[in-house]
């Protein structure tokens, strides 16, 4: 069963890939990354003809994409696979992922509501925080004031998406979806739109005595709260990259000990975003 889900995996990613892509384009036409952002993103909701359909599909399929990234990186990395993999080959695989990652969290930046303006200044404040360029670097994704939401606009919708269909491009040769596994996505994806509701947002003026990130965010969200943000939010995740990015370098017993640490370091992260889920960060 696993051996058969292998080559189902990254076709299921691609095709949810073809409809968020599609979705995007869509929701791009009446998104504005400036002035009250909440109230257009509403607009696009309630106003445009089947705007709630096409953000539940632009969700869903991002969403779905992301975890069967996820899914399909783990597979290769539990076999042990970057060891017959180019080391070229394994670092572009290892950072689609972390793009994959950010566009998620641009997205959810992009929301304009509560909770987005709230991760978007977590995460400015976490870049801030690295030593010399901290504030260089910050301005790079988000900056405060009335623009607070264009660059986010510019990497989630150009930017990113770009760089990562460049670095995927030999996957999506290997494993272009076909006809059939198009139309179950897309059957899969239509039925979550309309039968699942969105998740209600919190205007930003409004008081809530918990706000949340995104999933992958939680554990983050909750080691700020016992340390600094340099050692919260930017060393784990460098740390963790670095070493999948080491692999194909490192031969036995160096290459199995780092293998052994970061099963256990995405294992403990794993745990606090579920801890964070189900209790709050």
């Known amino acids: 069963m696993l051996r058969a889900l292998s080559p189902t995996l990254p076709r299921l990613g691609l095709g949810c890939l073809a409809f968020c892509l599609a ?3 869509v929701l791009a036409f009446y998104y504005r ?9 509403e607009e696009i909701t309630t106003l445009v003809p089947y705007g709630k359909l096409f953000r539940q599909l632009h969700y869903g399929s991002g969403q779905a994409f992301v975890l069967f990234m996820l899914a399909h990186t783990l597979e290769h990395f539990f076999k042990k696979r970057y060891r017959t993999y180019s080391p070229g080959e394994w670092s572009r695989l290892v950072t689609a992922v972390g793009l994959c990652l950010l566009i998620l969290f641009t997205g959810f930046v992009l929301k304009g509501d509560k909770e ?3 991760a978007g200044r977590i995460f400015m404040n976490m870049l801030r925080a690295v ?4 504030e260089h670097l910050s301005r790079l994704f988000v900056r405060p004031g009335d623009h607070f939401f264009f660059l986010p606009y510019l990497h989630h919708c150009f930017l990113l998406p770009g760089v990562l269909v460049y670095l995927t491009r030999s996957h999506i040769r290997r494993w272009v979806p076909g006809a059939q596994t198009i139309y179950l996505t897309g059957v899969g994806l ?6 699942v509701p969105p998740r209600p947002a919190l205007p930003p003026e409004a008081p809530a005595p918990l706000v949340t990130g995104p999933w992958f965010f939680l554990g983050f969200q909750s080691l700020l709260k016992t340390a600094p943000p ?5 060393m784990p995740p460098v740390f963790l990259f670095a070493g999948l990015l080491s692999l194909p370098f490192l031969k036995d017993p160096w290459g199995r000990r780092l293998h052994g640490l970061l099963i256990g370091l995405l294992a403990l992260y794993a745990l606090l975003c579920l801890r964070a889920f189900l209790a709050g960060p």
């Open 23 to 25: 979705s995007g384009v």
């Open 33 to 41: 990354p400036a002035g009250n952002v909440f109230r257009n993103v």
């Open 116 to 118: 987005g303006i709230f």
């Open 131 to 134: 030593p010399v360029a901290g």
């Open 190 to 195: 239509v039925l979550f739109a309309l039968l």
């Open 230 to 234: 340099f050692w919260a939010g930017i």
